[in-house]
């Protein structure tokens, strides 16, 4: 199986193995979920955004006093 190799300083090293503790994992496991973990936001954070798009008129109409209309947002003329 593939393995990496990664370098740390000290004090990096100190923080990682104290994330890791606070999250009960070994250091080996949790550097493994890390780029994971950061997958799973990232798709999140993709369809988040997609989705406020989508529903951003229908947000304005429920809520007028809420935020700035849409059209303002994207520069539009109000």
Do not use: C, W
Not at 14 to 40: C, F, I, M, N, T
Request: charged residues 30%.
């Amino acid at each position: 199986m593939p393995a990496l190799n990664i370098t740390f300083t000290d004090d990096e090293l100190e923080a990682v193995r104290a994330a890791a503790a606070a999250e009960g994992k070994s250091l080996k496991q949790y550097v493994h979920d890390l780029p994971l973990r950061e997958q799973q936001r990232t798709a999140f954070v993709r369809y988040a955004a997609v989705f406020s798009d989508r529903h951003r008129d229908e947000f304005d109409e429920a809520f007028p006093g809420e935020a700035p209309p849409a059209a303002a947002r994207r520069g539009e003329a109000a």
